[in-house]
């Protein structure tokens, strides 16, 4: 299988990453959302993830936005700024998942 990019989004700003998948016997392309959960990534979808937040970053979104009233935008423009602060606009964008990261903690 063929190397890919894939962003993941820590505490410590925004990285992208090459990503080999399992070829383990028994792993299908289906599994990869799976991969991402074992290494504590949270993945932004099921089918075909591309990017991934680490449960940290998760975690301190959850604190920010609800003792900070930090939105989800502001929070992001954060960690582009914490990646790269000369040129934040050359940091991929991607779609936070907070707000779903946060229902997911009240079940």
């Known amino acids: 299988m063929i190397a890919q990019n ?5 505490t410590a700003g925004i990285f992208v990453h090459t990503v080999k998948w399992c070829q383990c016997s028994g792993a299908s392309q ?9 290494e504590r990534l949270f993945p932004s ?23 900070c009233k930090t939105s989800a935008a502001s929070f992001y423009h954060k960690l582009r700024r914490l990646t790269n602060n ?3 606009d050359l ?8 707000i779903y990261f946060r229902s997911l903690k009240v079940l």
């Open 30 to 38: 289906e599994d990869k959302h799976l991969q991402l959960l074992q």
């Open 86 to 88: 000369s040129f934040p």
């Open 6 to 10: 894939f962003t993941v989004v820590d």
């Open 45 to 67: 979808t099921i089918v075909n993830p591309q990017t991934a937040f680490t449960f940290d970053v998760l975690d301190e979104f959850l604190v920010d936005s609800l003792e």
């Open 91 to 98: 940091i991929p964008v991607c779609v936070f998942i907070g």
